[in-house]
């Protein structure tokens, strides 16, 4: 009797090691198509025994998303060898796309699972190496993906499939993989979608992006640009306008050459009403390099600002020797002429607000300056993006100096409505 309940035992044991799939699992293993085992694991997560099973539903869906990957796949071999285009079978590249994006989502869902430790502590992946070595080399094709939306005017999914190029590199599933293409790439691809986020006011997406692209010779001044733009929309406090232009300080030490960082900490000085910190980093700039444009600019706005205009109007033209295409500082210079002419217009109105002649001939010298810088800001904005800077002030010396009625007052007082 002893004997026969021992074996009892034993098979008990062994029915609880060596149980089936449950009936939650089973639901998702028996589909036959992606959308059936989709459905079906969305129904049954939840029921599942354990993280095994769980990891084992998800490679499931990796397994199916592949089987459609790798018939497109022989479809487009077949159409490389094919003798004439009417022989070479159709490659449904949106379906290959989509099927391409579920494996690696799915993956990466699955390798959430598969590394949690087991019911005795100890962590024996399934699935890990299996789905990084089908999916690291295929990094490739989600750029491949977004280059194929684009041709489409698709950004919704162009982008859909960049940003997914860019989580890979952040994924645990791709942590332990061999370095390739798809890094290398990184980089200048990541810009991409950070500059899309911060657009769609994603701001901490863009932020983290962003910090790829700070590197690569073609976006690393834009990319820096993107970053702390999207740092500096998350701001909401005081303290946190503190804290980040602690940030930007200690940035700017450590790459003192990316004008960006440079002007924005300008920037953020400025509003926080800091000049001693403004003049301080502006004069250490141009003690390093007299004809920094930036600096230049900065220390002219602050002139400007003080109307000290011959003051401005020396740190304007400086900066523009180096600038000769920027709006801002052609409007710039326009402004500085503009107050001046007001200026002495204004000092030198008798009682009854009348100029005399000499006092006009002036003004108008100084309009006439004005003008020239006014319409080369109009000839440098191509797109009319800083309209805001110039086409007002240029209205206004038209206005004074040919009238209300002259063909250029008309025009410019049009660019108004």
């Known amino acids: 009797m002893k004997k026969f309940l021992m074996m ?20 998702v293993m028996s589909a036959k198509t992606y959308a059936e085992a989709e459905v079906a694991l969305k129904a049954n997560l939840s029921q599942m025994v354990s993280d095994a099973e769980r990891a084992k539903a998800y490679n499931k869906l990796v397994d199916l998303s592949m089987r459609k990957v790798e018939e497109e796949d022989n479809k487009k071999a077949m159409a490389g060898i094919a003798v004439s285009s009417s022989d070479a079978p159709n490659v449904d590249e949106v379906g290959l796309y989509q099927a391409l994006y579920n494996a690696f989502v799915n993956a990466q869902e699955c390798d959430k699972y598969d590394v949690k430790p087991n019911e005795k502590g100890k962590i024996a992946p399934k699935f890990h190496k299996k789905n990084q070595d089908r999916l690291n080399n295929r990094r490739l094709d989600l750029i491949n993906a ?30 332990d993989a061999p370095k390739g293409l798809a890094e290398e790439n990184l980089g200048n691809i990541a810009f991409y979608p950070a500059y899309n986020a911060l657009l769609n006011k994603e701001y901490q997406k863009a932020e983290r992006y962003a910090k790829y692209s700070l590197n690569d010779s073609v976006h690393s001044e834009n990319a820096y640009a993107v970053m702390l733009d999207a740092m500096q929309k998350q701001l909401s406090t005081k303290q946190d306008s503190l804290a980040y232009a602690q940030k930007l300080e200690n940035m700017y030490r450590e790459n003192p050459n990316k004008n960006v960082i440079f002007e924005t900490l300008c920037g953020v000085y400025s509003t926080m009403d800091n000049k001693p910190k403004l003049l301080s980093l502006i004069s250490e700039r141009l003690a390093q390099n007299p004809t920094d444009w930036a600096a230049l600019a900065y220390r002219g706005q602050i002139a400007q600002t003080e109307k000290r205009f011959d003051d401005a109007i020396a740190d304007f033209t400086k900066a523009s020797a180096s600038q000769p295409e920027n709006v801002f500082l052609a409007s710039a210079l326009g402004i500085c002429y503009l107050e001046k002419a007001r200026e002495i217009e204004m000092n030198e109105q008798d009682e009854n607000n009348r100029i005399s002649t000499d006092t006009e001939s002036k003004r108008n010298e100084l309009l006439k300056v004005a003008v020239k810088h006014f319409e080369n800001a109009r000839r440098l904005d191509k797109n009319m993006d800083f309209r805001h800077n110039w086409a007002y002030n240029l209205y206004n010396c038209y206005y004074v100096l040919y009238g209300e009625d002259d063909a250029r007052t008309k025009e410019l007082e049009a660019l108004q409505k």
């Open 8 to 27: 009892a035992l034993m098979v008990l044991g062994a029915t609880s090691v060596f149980a089936g799939d449950s009936p939650a699992l089973k639901a």
């Open 146 to 175: 977004g280059v194929f939306y684009q041709d489409k005017e698709d950004k919704e999914a162009q982008f859909k499939f960049l940003d997914l190029f860019v989580e890979t590199a952040e994924q645990s599933l791709f942590g």
